[in-house]
């Protein structure tokens, strides 16, 4: 058992390593042998624009820890994000696999820092002597595990905590892990091919006759409807664009929930917009979003995926949190003209929501501000 090293990070086991298929060199005197001097385990399962923007914590872990190997265990629909990721090692989904995985390898260190039992649970089964964030207690409810961790808990339980906050997310993601935020960005990586998929959608709608690509993403995700623009406000700011800006394009995004919304919008549109589809894997979505110049986007995946590629952008809020957004001076965010009354609810019980009072004007405004700075 002496012929190859099984602390080295090519190597899985299961079938010949990179090095070795592409240089054919062998483990005892390989020259690419890179030794694991620390193994740690993050779990992150939900929502998918949270996956993404914890991927920020992922070079503060390496700059502090040299040699570290980083598995991630998410969520099956959340792992394209998380693909091709160079700062994580391996990536597991929610599998029959995974208690073997856990329990078998040794991690020197866990986190967990998703709010959920289930998350909580897979923290549990991890075989690590050092366990951070959120486990279970014996009631078999979810508890912060250390004192740093409950400011983080008290906003998961409470509105009023949430509403108070002024942090990024990232800055209270930092403390969960113990380090100090300074401005670490999500990470994001697209393929040569995804990018050629791209532009292979750029040639068909002949996007090269645009001098900008301004893109609308017209969803909220199904968990807080409540988060999306009206429709006559999308209408209004479109044909705004066509009368100011005639030589910029309109790319609407969004997800399956769209699939009736989009083709609505297209048709009362016309020719003032190119839709951009509602059935695109998640990794076509992202390819798709980074032909814009602006995107403008509600809090959802799409204005994560924007701030990962860097992207100007105009973010607008209502019943969620504008604070925890970090938009690393690339963008700028649009408020209602009164506060949400239905703060993190899945249904107004108000006449006008606050997404009724997000002033047209205002959206106009913020996206002339960042056409210019694209």
Not at 85 to 106: C, E, K, Q, R, W
Not at 187 to 199: G, P, R
Request: proline fraction near 6%; charge should be positive.
């Amino acid at each position: 058992m002496l012929f190859f090293r099984p602390d080295c990070r090519h190597f899985t086991g299961e079938k010949p390593c990179a090095p070795h298929k592409s240089e054919g060199v062998i483990c005892l005197d390989c020259p690419r042998y890179d030794p694991i001097k620390k193994r740690i385990l993050i779990v992150k399962l939900d929502a998918a624009g949270d996956v993404l923007r914890s991927t920020a914590i992922l070079p503060a872990f390496h700059k502090n820890n040299p040699g570290i190997s980083i598995w991630w265990v998410t969520e099956n629909g959340s792992k394209p994000l998380l693909e091709k990721n160079p700062y994580i090692d391996v990536l597991l989904g929610s599998d029959p696999a995974l208690s073997g995985f856990l329990g078998a390898t040794f991690f020197d260190e866990a986190y967990n820092f998703d709010m959920s039992r289930k998350a909580a649970a897979i923290l549990h089964m991890a075989n690590s002597p050092v366990k951070k964030g959120f486990g279970l207690s014996t009631e078999g409810v979810v508890v912060p595990l250390e004192a740093k961790d409950e400011e983080w808990f008290q906003m998961g339980i409470m509105d009023s905590f949430k509403r108070a906050n002024q942090r990024t997310y990232q800055d209270h993601l930092f403390q969960l892990g113990g380090m100090k935020y300074s401005g670490e960005e999500p990470q994001l990586v697209l393929t040569d091919k995804e990018k050629e998929w791209a532009q292979e959608f750029a040639k068909k709608h002949k996007l090269n006759r645009f001098k900008k690509i301004i893109g609308f993403n017209i969803g909220s995700g199904g968990r807080w409807p409540m988060k999306r623009w009206r429709l006559d406000g999308f209408l209004w700011l479109a044909r705004q664009v066509h009368k100011r800006h005639p030589k910029s394009a309109v790319l609407l995004y969004g997800g399956p929930e769209e699939r009736l919304l989009m083709p609505e919008l297209a048709k009362k549109l016309k020719n003032l917009c190119i839709p951009t589809g509602t059935e695109n894997t998640m990794r076509q979505f992202v390819s798709l979003v980074d032909l814009v110049d602006v995107l403008v986007s509600g809090d959802t995946l799409a204005i994560h995926v924007g701030i990962a590629l860097k992207k100007r952008l105009v973010a607008y809020f209502g019943p969620t949190s504008d604070a925890e957004i970090d938009l690393y001076g690339r963008g700028e965010k649009v408020l209602p003209s009164s506060p949400c009354q239905c703060y993190y609810q899945n249904q107004c019980n108000q006449k006008l929501s606050c997404m009724d009072n997000l002033q047209n004007k205002d959206m106009l405004a913020a996206l002339e501000r960042q056409l210019k700075l694209s």
